[in-house]
């Protein structure tokens, strides 16, 4: 048992004994007082807080940008930490420089959190384009440069091949392997490494926070200044670390993040990538992972409707054994879902797309980039020449859970997907929910919504829509 967190802070190997519920952001500027991590909005909307995380992956260190202030420092053991101070040398990083010289900066509190998101970005993606550099920024909130000076700095370093990280070596990160677990000033922070001894903790500690990325629970704590005494990370378990691939699936472990998601997907399901490119932001994505989606169980969570829609299965283990449900199932009233205290959500295994299948998933949300969904639908129908021979249909926001409308679905089957069949399906949809009205949206503008999104999935299909944008 450790009595501190091991990590390294812009390349220096660190030792600090800290409650490891502090946020990092918090501890950054009272500690060590690097006080050029911002406090923007505290809840990881604004980006002013971005820091970069490095981990080593196949042998490489990885720099991310995540948000500071809804991380606690319980999740640096082991990682290397890079502030705003710490890509400076000798002389200025690339995108410090490129940022400077082309007045991409006025008042300046968003200039940190955006010169990390943009260094983040030019260390792994060297041929970053424009559509890159804006996911890169989705996350950072500039409120009075505005952004084409900025992104121009960016396409300027991208120009000139990119730059490093400065930070420690892969192999100095065996000097800072995490902890099993760390006891600090009454708080313990439990890392198990395999999916027993996960299970073990659960059955044994039922009131410990359950923590994956925090980009939920990281709120709440921000936002409320509560306290975690006793915490179990599921970021180590090897087992909901994996991503299991089989001719006809592919299995993602509960603790796989949104990033990495992305990256499996894009080619098999391009919508479905779409749909996680406007999750969260970068820094969000990096940290929040697939099963905590699943078990904060928001019924306006973006990975269930379009899990549903690919036909997701999801597997839950205990100590008593495992058992697996189409992830419709999990789901039984307002954040009330088939876990019992004792278990944990292992893995989501989806098909992989089938000969005949086309999928789409449409958020409808105020703003494109890092905003919840007011409503999100997703289609999925396979044809047989021309036929529809099965479809699921599900929709988040719409219910107390995400839904799927298996009256919509009967709608299509044995039909063309012409514009009849679809005004079926379409009134199903409106008839089968009745939604809430709140500040995102009015129940009968959630219904329309929801509705014409079929008819989008036809002129998707049909190539129509193609035709309209390019008008
Ligand atoms: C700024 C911001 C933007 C966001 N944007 C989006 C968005 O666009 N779309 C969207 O859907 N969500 C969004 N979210 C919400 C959040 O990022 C996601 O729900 C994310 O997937 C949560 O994953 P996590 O690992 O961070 O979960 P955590 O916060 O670690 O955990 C969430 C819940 O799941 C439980 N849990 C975690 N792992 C397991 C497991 N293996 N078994 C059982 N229970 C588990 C935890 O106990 C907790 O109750 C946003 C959040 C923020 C702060
Ligand atoms: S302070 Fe706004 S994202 Fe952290
Ligand atoms: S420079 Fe003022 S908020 Fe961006």
Redesign the pocket.
Known sequence: MANSIRFFLNGQKLDVAVRPDTTVLEWLRSGPRLTGTKEGCA???CGACSVLLGDVVNGEIRYQAANSC?MTMGQMDGRALVTVEGLKGETLHPIQAAMAENGSSQCGFCTPGIVISLAGLVANNVAADDHAIHDALAGNLCRCTGYRPIVEAARKVVEEGGASIPGPAVAAFAEVQPADEIAAFGAMFHQPRTLDDLLRLRRDRPDA???????????ALADFHGDWDEVIS?AHVRE?RDIGETPTHLAFG??VT?EEVLARVASLYPSFATLIR????TQ?RS???????I??A?P????PPALIALGAEIELASLGGKRAMPLEDFFLDYRKTE?KPDE??ASVRIPRPAAGQDFRVYKISKRYD????TVCGAFSVMREDGIVISARIAFGGMAAIPKRVREAEAALIGRRLDEEAVGVCAAAIRDAFSPLSDWRGSAQYRRMVAANLAERFRRDLSGEMVEVMAL
């Open positions: 809840e990881g909307d809804i926070v359950l923590l994956a990325g925090g980009t939920d629970l990281g709120v599921t909901l509960a603790a949104w406007r999750f969260g932001s969000i940290m929040g992972t697939v099963g905590g989606n078990g904060t928001s306006i969570g973006d990975g876990l944990v959500i890092q905003d919840i969904s």
